[in-house]
């Protein structure tokens, strides 16, 4: 198996394409900016959001509906609340179906 570099890929958003992207500074929150010679748009490259495995997300639902808050269960787990909401969430959308 090949391992690809953990390089986050410039891909306009307007036209998909990666090619003709450049780099065109960083925002004040930090975030890359680039620009499309294509479309001469600039755009933001999404944060990469850390991924957690299925066995923390389940345990972090565990701890959650066990009745610890949802900040709580971040702190335990060291992830920020906003994940552990976004998987409530979803877990909740799934169940009721
Ligand atoms: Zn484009």
Known sequence: MKTQPQESTRRCPECGKIEHQVNA???RSGTQRCFCND????????PKTREYSEETR??????YYAGV???G???ILGMSKANVYNW??????????
């Open 25 to 27: 500074g960083k925002n």
């Open 39 to 46: 479309c001469k748009k600039y755009y933001t490259l999404n």
């Open 58 to 63: 389940k345990q972090a639902l565990k701890i």
């Open 69 to 71: 808050s949802g900040r």
């Open 73 to 75: 269960v971040g702190k």
């Open 88 to 97: 409530i969430k979803k877990n909740d959308t799934n169940t009721t179906g």
